[in-house]
C-alpha cells in the first residue's frame, strides 16, 4: 500500500470531521431547560450522534451552560433524554446554533440514536461510514 496515499486519506479525514462518530441531520422538536431554571424551552434540532447534538433556538445559551434535554427524533421513536453541556454555538440565518457534548445519555437513549441512523438516515450513514472503504486496493 502506498503509504504516501494513507497519510493523505487520513489527513483528509481528520480535518473534514474530527468526531468519531458521524452527526446525522435530524429536524425535529426538542426542549431544553436550563440547569437553574424551571420551564424548559423549545428549539429545533440540526443533527445527532450519540455524543452530542447541534440546534437552533432564537435564545441566547452561555458556552459550558448545562441543559437537560428531550429530543423528539421522529414520530414513532420514543424521545431521547440526555444531559449535555454547551461547547461551541454560532450565528445562523434561522437564530442561534448550539453544538452540545452529552455528558448523561442512557444507553437506552443511545440505542435510540443508532436506531434512528439506521431506520431513517442509512444512506447518510453509509455515504460517512464506508465512503473510504473501497477506495484502497491492497496490493497482495
Do not use: H
Amino acid at each position: 500500500m502506498n503509504t504516501q496515499n494513507a497519510i493523505s486519506n487520513e489527513q483528509k479525514f481528520a480535518s473534514s470531521e474530527r468526531r468519531y462518530l458521524p452527526r446525522w441531520e435530524a429536524q425535529g422538536k426538542l426542549f431544553y431547560r436550563k440547569e437553574k431554571d424551571e420551564v424548559p424551552a423549545q428549539a429545533c434540532s440540526k443533527d445527532i450522534n450519540a455524543s452530542g447534538m447541534c440546534f437552533n433556538t432564537n435564545d441566547d445559551i452561555s458556552l459550558d451552560q448545562k441543559l437537560d434535554l428531550v429530543v423528539y427524533l421522529a414520530e414513532d421513536i420514543e424521545p431521547i433524554d440526555a444531559v449535555g453541556r454547551v461547547v461551541w454555538q454560532s450565528k445562523s440565518e434561522k437564530g442561534n446554533l448550539f453544538g452540545v457534548r452529552f455528558e448523561r445519555i442512557s444507553k437506552k437513549s443511545q440505542d435510540l440514536v443508532f436506531n434512528y441512523a439506521f431506520e431513517y438516515k442509512r444512506d447518510q450513514l453509509k455515504q460517512r461510514w464506508f465512503k473510504d472503504c473501497w477506495q484502497f486496493s491492497p496490493s497482495i
